[in-house]
C-alpha cells in the first residue's frame, strides 16, 4: 500500500548548522507533500509545504526539494536555532482523496 | 478565538470505563480528523468526516465510534477502554484538503 518512510528518526546538530530530513513515497499520484513540526507537548504545525509542479520551496532559513522521478523530498533547516528542536513529520497525498500519508517523524535535537 | 478545540485536555480513568472527547472548529472547513499518537510519536489517522460523511475510517477497533452532529464538531467516544489506548488523540480539520489545523490534543491515560 501507500508509504511514506522519514529518515532519519534522530538528527542531532550543532546550533548554526544545517539540518536535512529526507521522506520516500511510493504512490507516484501522490501530488502535495506538508511538513509539519510538533514542539515537546505541543500539536503538529504546517511549516511548509510544496505540490508537485515544482521542485523547491524556500521560506527564510526553511526549504523543501522535491523529485518527483526519484520519488522522495527533503526539509532543509539552515542556520539552526534551539527553537528548532521538535518533532518533524513528513507527508504525502494525492488531490484526489486528500488521505494524507504520514512518515515516522525525526526527532531534531539542536545542541548549544 | 481558538480554531480548534477540544475537551478534555486530560483523561485519566480505569480500564473498562467509557469516555468521550469533544472536538470543535471555528474555520468554516469541511473536513474533521481523529488522529492518535502514541508514546513513540507516530501520528495514527482514526477517522475522517468530510461535511457529517464518513470518508476514512482506518482499521481501528469498534470501541471507538466517531460521531459528527454538524460540520463544526466531531467527537469520539470509547468503550471498554484498554490499557494500549491510552495516547494523546488530535482531532484536525482542514479545508479541501489543505493544511491541517490541530487541536491542543486530549491525553488519555488508561489505569
Known amino acids: 500500500g501507500e508509504n511514506v518512510e522519514q529518515h532519519p528518526s534522530t538528527l542531532s546538530v550543532q546550533e548554526g548548522d544545517s539540518a536535512v530530513i529526507k521522506c520516500t513515497y511510493s504512490d507516484s499520484a501522490s501530488n502535495y507533500f506538508p511538513w509539519y513540526k510538533q514542539e515537546l507537548g505541543k500539536r503538529p504545525q504546517l511549516i511548509i509545504d510544496?505540490?508537485?509542479n515544482v521542485g523547491e520551496k524556500k521560506d527564510q532559513r526553511i526549504a523543501v526539494t522535491l523529485n518527483k522521478t526519484a520519488k522522495h523530498f527533503s526539509l532543509h533547516i539552515t542556520e539552526t536555532q534551539p527553537e528548532d528542536s521538535a518533532v518533524y513529520f513528513c507527508a504525502a497525498s494525492r488531490r484526489s482523496n486528500y488521505q494524507l500519508i504520514w512518515g515516522a517523524g525525526t526527532k531534531l535535537i539542536i545542541k548549544p | 478565538d481558538t480554531a480548534v478545540s477540544q475537551t478534555p485536555k486530560y483523561l485519566v480513568t480505569q480500564m473498562g470505563n467509557d469516555k468521550s472527547i469533544k472536538c470543535e472548529q471555528n474555520l468554516g472547513h469541511d473536513t474533521m480528523y481523529w488522529y492518535k499518537q502514541d508514546s513513540k510519536k507516530f501520528l495514527k489517522i482514526m477517522f475522517s468526516y468530510n461535511n457529517k460523511e464518513l470518508i476514512i475510517n482506518e482499521t481501528v477497533p469498534n470501541r471507538f465510534s466517531p460521531k459528527s452532529p454538524d460540520k463544526a464538531h466531531l467527537n469520539l467516544h470509547i468503550n471498554s477502554l484498554e490499557l494500549g489506548d491510552s495516547a494523546v488523540y488530535f482531532c484536525?480539520?482542514?479545508?479541501?484538503?489543505?493544511?491541517?489545523?490541530f487541536g491542543e490534543g486530549s491525553r488519555l491515560t488508561v489505569l
Open positions: 510544496i505540490r508537485s
Open positions: 484536525a480539520s482542514s479545508q479541501a484538503g489543505g493544511e491541517l489545523f
